[in-house]
């Protein structure tokens, strides 16, 4: 796939504790992902996925390694804790195995908060809101609150929420885990329009391999070293 990069990590390695304590959680972990790529990671539990998605999240930083994203250089040590969440809050979409919707507001006002919390005026932020809440489906229930939408729509939500600060990347952890066969795969199809129709980058952590065939790339990671996988 070509276009320009969303993220290049390059020998990402975390290590913790140290002496006879010391555990390799990630080893020199390479990937590249274009915008409009949706790459899934395949592994067992401890494999360190986690761990990857942490340090390219801007989140827990590798010992080693660099991270870039949408071609700034921001893991390798020189940045500020603050310029990183700012970066963070700018850049990156965010989707969990549980959709973590604030539970007292609705379905729009979760998308319109990520905008106003970016600088957005709250009339362009909730204008953007209503437009992603529409393009996934989820629309009509813009005024519902959280426990009235089934685990689907929430995931929906969550996306567009992910969506709203128009990241260069989507990083999702096992987003379907808690989601049946049906609407697992529905969502994986989202992530993958998602990346195609608005040019970000999305990486799924994931054990369903049942749905591989939605995704541009597919990664393996086992005891802490990353390589491309087969689909078959």
């Known amino acids: 796939m070509d276009g320009p990069l969303a993220l290049e990590t390059s020998g990402l390695t975390k290590v913790y504790g140290s002496g006879h304590t010391e555990v390799v959680a990630m080893r020199d972990a390479t990937m590249r992902v274009r915008r409009g790529e949706v790459v899934a990671l395949l592994g067992p539990s401890g494999a360190g996925k986690s761990t ?3 340090c390219v999240g801007l989140i827990n930083p590798p010992t080693r390694g660099r991270v870039s994203i949408g071609g700034r250089l921001m893991q ?21 195995q549980k959709s973590n ?27 953007r809101a209503m437009e992603l809440l529409d393009a996934l489906g989820v629309g009509p ?38 989601l049946d066969g049906v609407r697992g795969r529905q969502v994986m199809e989202l992530f993958r329009n998602v990346a195609h129709e608005h040019g970000t980058g999305v990486i799924v952590v994931t054990h369903d391999h049942r749905a591989l065939d939605v995704f541009d790339t597919v990664y393996e990671m086992e005891d802490g070293s ?7």
Not at 104 to 118: H, M, P, R, T, Y
């Open 101 to 127: 919707l604030i539970p007292f507001l609705n379905a729009v006002d979760n998308v319109q908060v990520v905008g106003e919390l970016i600088g957005r005026p709250a009339s362009q932020a909730r204008r």
């Open 76 to 96: 390798d040590g020189s940045r500020s804790l603050g310029d990183l969440r700012r970066f963070r809050r700018e850049n990156i979409g965010f989707v969990f």
């Open 52 to 54: 990857f998605l942490l």
């Open 226 to 232: 990353l390589k491309p996988a087969s689909r078959a």
């Open 141 to 178: 229930r813009a005024r519902n609150m959280p426990t009235q939408l089934s685990g689907g729509e929430q995931q929906r939500v969550t996306i567009a929420r992910a969506l709203a600060n128009q990241p260069s990347l989507i990083l999702a952890d096992e987003p379907t885990a808690a």
